[in-house]
């Protein structure tokens, strides 16, 4: 008797479905580093954007610890996307639904201190060590010393 299979059989489709779940596993784990390098350059140009205003600002003579995310918005160094509805703090890249708080303050000789607080501890410690040395993270608070 000569038997001639049509369609495939249950090895064969077994197969495909375990090669096509481990392409799925190793698409979620790019993906998920992906967003996270993303957010976390995203938030560092930010920070580079403050850093430019405050020092521009302070150049001009205003004390860092006078200025506020509204004046740095004001004069054209944070964009619209970048500031709270009530342009008094900074959203957040990393979560849309909270805002950070910002404060910079006057160090010894030319560098300034810039403080961002209410964020979250994974997020802190990721950009800690991105922009190490220059800062540190300890209870919600990103610490950053620019020049």
Not at 91 to 96: L, M
């Amino acid at each position: 008797m000569n038997l001639k299979q049509k369609g495939i059989g249950l090895l064969e489709l077994m197969l495909s479905l375990a090669i096509i779940a481990i392409l799925l596993v190793m698409a979620t784990r790019y993906y998920g580093a992906a967003s996270k390098s993303e957010k976390v350059d995203d938030t560092i140009q930010l920070i580079s954007e403050i850093s430019v205003g405050v020092n521009s600002l302070s150049a001009a003579g205003k004390a860092p610890a006078n200025i506020t995310v509204n004046e740095l918005y004001n004069n054209g160094y944070l964009a619209d996307k970048r500031v709270s509805t009530d342009y008094k703090k900074i959203k957040n890249p990393w979560d849309p639904a909270t805002d950070i708080d910002f404060e910079a303050t006057a160090g010894t000789g030319d560098i300034k201190t810039l403080k961002f607080t209410s964020v979250a501890d994974k997020q802190c410690s990721d950009l800690a060590i991105k922009l190490a040395p220059d800062a540190t993270c300890a209870t919600n608070t990103l610490t950053v010393h620019i020049k």
